[in-house]
C-alpha cells in the first residue's frame, strides 16, 4: 500500500524554467517530509525538509510548499539548470523519526 | 570523513546462496536503516536499529536479517537469496535528537543480482 503517492513520474524542464513535483499522503501521523535528490550509482541526499506547522520553506532555487488539509506537499525548483537533472524523491517519517515511506521517485532532465 | 561506506558494491549471486551486507557509518550515529531500491517502488525499509543490539522490522523484512552488535555497523542478511531480491539496497545513517529532524545519510549503495 503506497503511503506517499508522487508525481509526476518523469519530467523534462527548460533551462531557467519551474520544475514542480508533488507528493501526497494518506496517513496523518507523518510529521517530517523531506526531498531528497539522487544521482545515477549514488544515494539519495537530503535536499530540504519541512514540518506540518510551516506552509512553506525556501532554500536557494528550493522551495517546499506544504498543504495540511488537502495533505500535500510539493518541491518548486526555481531557475532549474542542467545540473538538477536528477531523480528527486519525496518521504514522510512518522514515530519519532523511526519510520519512513519514500515516494516513488521523479526523474527530472533540465535541457540547456 | 568516510560517511556511510557499504560493503560490497557489487554482487552476483545464485539462488539459495546466503551472503551478509556490510553498513559502516564513522559519525557514531545512532539509528541505522537497511533500504531497497526498485524501478518504481522507490525505496522500501527493510529493517532499521535505532541503537547498538536493538533491531526492527520495516516495510519489508521477510527473507532478511540484521544485527547491530557494534554501534558504527549494521549488517543486512540473506539467508537463501531469491530472485525477487535482486534490486540496489542503501543504507543510511541518522543523529538521534529530540531539538531537530536531523537528516539521513545514504551510502552509495550495493547493487545485489540474483540469478
Known amino acids: 500500500q503506497q503511503q506517499v503517492k508522487q508525481s509526476p513520474q518523469s519530467l523534462i524542464v527548460q533551462k531557467g524554467g519551474i520544475s514542480i513535483i508533488n507528493c501526497a499522503y494518506e496517513n496523518t501521523a507523518f510529521d517530517y517530509f523531506p526531498w531528497y535528490q539522487q544521482f545515477p550509482g549514488k544515494g539519495p541526499a537530503l535536499l530540504i525538509a519541512?514540518?506540518?506547522?510551516?506552509s512553506e520553506k525556501k532554500e536557494g532555487r528550493f522551495t517546499i510548499s506544504f498543504n495540511k488539509s488537502a495533505k500535500q506537499f510539493s518541491l518548486h525548483i526555481m531557475d532549474s539548470q542542467p545540473g538538477d537533472s536528477a531523480t528527486y524523491f519525496c518521504?514522510?517519517?512518522?514515530?519519532?523519526?523511526?519510520?519512513?515511506?519514500f515516494g516513488t521517485g521523479t526523474k527530472l532532465q533540465v535541457i540547456p | 570523513n568516510a560517511g556511510v561506506t557499504q560493503t560490497p558494491k557489487f554482487r552476483v549471486l545464485k539462488t539459495g546462496q546466503s551472503m551478509t551486507l556490510l553498513c559502516a557509518q564513522d559519525m557514531n550515529h545512532e539509528y541505522m536503516y537497511w533500504y531497497r531500491q526498485d524501478p518504481g517502488m522507490g525505496l522500501r525499509l527493510i529493517h532499521y536499529?535505532?541503537?547498538?543490539?536493538?533491531?526492527a522490522k520495516g516495510e519489508v523484512p521477510d527473507g532478511y536479517n540484521v544485527s547491530r552488535l557494534k554501534k558504527q555497523n549494521f549488517l543486512l542478511g540473506l539467508e537463501s537469496a531469491a530472485p525477487s531480491q535482486t534490486s540496489v539496497y542503501f543504507c543510511?545513517?541518522?543523529?538521534?535528537?529530540?531539538?531537530?529532524?536531523?537528516?539521513?545519510?545514504f551510502g552509495d549503495g550495493t547493487r545485489l543480482s540474483i540469478l
Open positions: 519541512i514540518r506540518p506547522d510551516v
Open positions: 536499529s535505532v541503537g547498538e543490539g536493538t533491531t
Open positions: 518521504a514522510a517519517f512518522s514515530g519519532g523519526y523511526q519510520k519512513v515511506t
Open positions: 543510511a545513517s541518522r543523529r538521534r535528537t529530540d531539538k531537530s529532524n536531523q537528516p539521513q545519510h
